[in-house]
């Protein structure tokens, strides 16, 4: 954008013993049961070499959730290892996040490409666009609506500010008089101030040149005026009074200038006695009480290529010393066109910080003494790919204007207006959370409501029912919802704004309450399945098996009693024995990976125990009949 480069020349997560646990878990009233560390068992089980994609999910979210993203990592190098295809593409996005936290960005990268062609979520369409990853521009792109602001010409036009319903805009289109100024620096006709009326719905009137009141053969922009309108300050080529300034190189720097309004027109025009020969003070900007100016600047000791600044307008009418705003706005780039909205907020330019291409807008709430340290990007559409930059507050409602070099425009930079569009429609979620085994509802867990990009917009705790609401949330988005328990697994769910009846969040415990009876399958969530007519251990039942195989080292008292069945199919006399055959095997394999064999009974059940209707003479699936060929653990001691 070569007319602002001219015009600024100017917990304890998984550590804890099993003791510890029952000592914890003891104090909240569970006398009477055994507890079983499931990630702990998970984690053994991996360390002998089993190998699952459920088993290296869990492990990895275990770690993920809680913010460990250095051993999250471990985890989800092993599942993508495995090269299935049929992953959720939220791993992606995962396991991209543990990747940049030990700093394999070029990684990361690859799997953010990879999310995004699997989902088109905007997480992965920010990335695409920009390959950064601190900008936030969840919501914006279509709570804005911009559009050319109607004052434009095939020249640079950008915006100023507004006094009552007249906007005082920059321009280097030819002057009606046709009487060119030629900058020698841009081959382009010298900046003046016009003046564009616009009517109550924003709206362009008319658009009047002003030739004879502050507009000079050189550069003018930036005007900002007072409230009582009879004040403006504005920037112009260090020229006044005919009168030429230079510095060292013979290079005609940039001023600030005060202009009163008299007698119905613009006059005593007075230099601001901060400026300097020797570097440039630039676009001017008013604090709400009046009493401060913000401006650009490249004098010396600041942080980058240009600074904003403040200094104090005292009641006498003199200023103070100017003050850099220090580097929490600064940067050792480009900071500019500063403008405080009628809310306090400072919005600025910025190529310096964190943003979608070439300068891009950025705002900063002060802070409780009026400081400014902090700031957020404003988000497309009000940022694009290249330079934008001059965006000020309109007296119209919810309209705002910016200035910008982006594609599309009539000239060299164009005024854009930009509208609020009306809120969207507004739901509310009510939901519940339960055991993923018991089916009982939990209470007091954490809830965390997050946007598209994972950024936290509320939290709660679930009720004596297990239920928790999130209110005033938009029916276009999608949300995730985060569950928090220091006795099961964290897990995250995704859901849309739009959905019409509440959910059932259910989440696996991660400290397992056992009893006399229990079956580890179930407590455990996973399946001991067998071919049909075979009883040998499946290659991927060995993992779950494994699973079996730790439980009973880590607590050597417990005993169990293997159930082993068969389906339908075959007389009642086959099944019978071939059940047994599937109940000593099973045992067998328990042995030989270390267990005593003092500990374990099993017995066979034949199809006397079908889980389903698929007896003799049903027409049943094969999926169906699966179901029936299982052995159970179930706990005798």
Same mark, same amino acid.
């Given at each position: 954008?070569? @007319? ?31 507890? #079983?560390?499931? #990630? ?50 939220? @791993? ?40 950064? @990853? ?7 792109? $279509? ?17 100023? /500010? ?146 904003? @600044? ?18 929490? =706005? /600064? ?24 943003? =979608?291409?070439?300068? $891009? ?20 559409? =009000? ?35 930009? %509208? ?6 507004? =739901? ?6 339960? $055991? ?32 928790? %609401? ?29 959905? #019409? ?46 699973? #079996? ?89």
């Amino acid at each position: 954008m070569k @007319y602002i480069i001219s015009i600024i020349s100017l917990g304890c997560f998984f550590s804890v013993s099993a003791q510890d646990i029952k000592e914890k878990l003891a104090e909240k009233k569970y006398e009477g049961y055994s507890y #079983i560390d499931a #990630i702990a068992i998970y984690e053994k089980v991996a360390e002998k070499g089993y190998t699952s994609i459920e088993l290296f999910q869990k492990l990895g979210d275990a770690y993920y959730f809680n913010g460990m993203l250095d051993k999250s990592k471990v985890w989800y190098d092993k599942l993508f290892q495995l090269n299935n295809q049929s992953l959720d593409p939220e @791993y992606y996005f995962r396991y991209s996040q543990s990747l940049k936290a030990v700093k394999s960005y070029n990684d990361a990268d690859k799997l953010m490409e990879k999310f995004y062609t699997l989902t088109n979520d905007y997480r992965g369409e920010l990335y695409v666009k920009n390959k950064l @990853y601190l900008v936030d521009i969840n919501y914006s792109l $279509d709570k804005f609506t911009i559009e050319d602001a109607g004052i434009n010409s095939e020249y640079s036009d950008y915006g100023g /500010n507004f006094k009552d319903s007249k906007m005082y805009f920059v321009s280097n289109r030819i002057p009606k008089n046709n009487k060119k100024k030629i900058d020698k620096w841009t081959n382009q006709n010298f900046l003046n101030i016009y003046r564009a009326e616009f009517s109550d719905s924003a709206k362009v009137v008319y658009i009047d040149e002003i030739v004879d009141e502050f507009n000079t053969k050189y550069h003018e922009s930036s005007p900002v005026f007072t409230k009582d309108g009879k004040t403006m300050y504005f920037t112009r080529n260090n020229f006044n009074y005919g009168k030429v300034g230079m510095d060292k190189d013979n290079v005609v720097k940039l001023k600030l200038f005060k202009s009163t309004f008299l007698n119905g027109k613009w006059g005593k025009i007075e230099e601001l006695p901060f400026n300097s020969n020797d570097f440039s003070i630039a676009h001017p900007a008013l604090s709400i009480d009046e009493k401060t100016l913000y401006f650009a600047s490249d004098m010396p000791r600041g942080y980058g290529n240009s600074d904003l @600044y403040k200094v104090a307008i005292k009641e006498d009418g003199t200023y103070g010393i100017p003050v850099n705003l220090g580097e929490k =706005i /600064n940067t050792k780039a480009r900071e500019t066109f500063p403008f405080i909205a009628s809310d306090g907020i400072l919005y600025f330019s910025s190529d310096g910080l964190v943003g =979608i291409g070439g300068l $891009d807008v950025f705002k900063s709430h002060p802070d409780v003494e009026g400081n400014y340290i902090s700031f957020n990007n404003v988000g497309a559409p =009000i940022n694009s790919e290249r330079d934008d930059f001059a965006f000020i507050e309109s007296p119209f409602k919810n309209v705002f204007f910016v200035s910008s070099n982006r594609q599309g425009g009539k000239g060299y930079d164009d005024v854009y207006k930009v %509208k609020v569009n009306p809120e969207p429609k507004k =739901i509310e979620f009510t939901d519940v959370v339960i $055991d993923e085994i018991s089916k009982e509802p939990i209470q007091n867990s954490r809830i965390t409501l997050l946007d598209a990009n994972q950024n936290i917009l509320g939290s709660t705790k679930s009720d004596s029912l297990g239920q928790f %609401k999130f209110s005033d949330l938009r029916y276009d988005r999608e949300y995730y919802i985060k569950v928090e328990n220091d006795i099961y697994l964290t897990k995250e769910f995704r859901v849309k704004g739009g959905k #019409i009846k509440s959910e059932k969040f259910e989440i696996a415990p991660k400290i397992i309450k056992t009893k006399t009876g229990d079956d580890l399958v179930k407590l455990l969530d996973i399946s001991i399945y067998f071919d049909l007519d075979k009883y040998f251990i499946r290659p991927d039942v060995e993992v779950e098996m494994a699973k #079996i195989v730790e439980i009973l080292k880590m607590y050597p008292n417990l005993k169990i009693d293997i159930r082993s069945h068969t389906d339908s199919r075959q007389s009642e006399a086959y099944n019978l024995r071939l059940s047994n055959f599937r109940a000593k095997a099973t045992r067998d394999f328990l042995i030989k990976k270390g267990i005593a064999k003092e500990r374990l009974t099993c017995k066979g059940y034949g199809e006397s125990q079908l889980l389903n209707d698929c007896s003799d003479a049903v027409p049943c699936t094969r999926e169906q009949h699966q179901l029936n060929r299982r052995s159970e653990f179930v706990l005798v001691q």
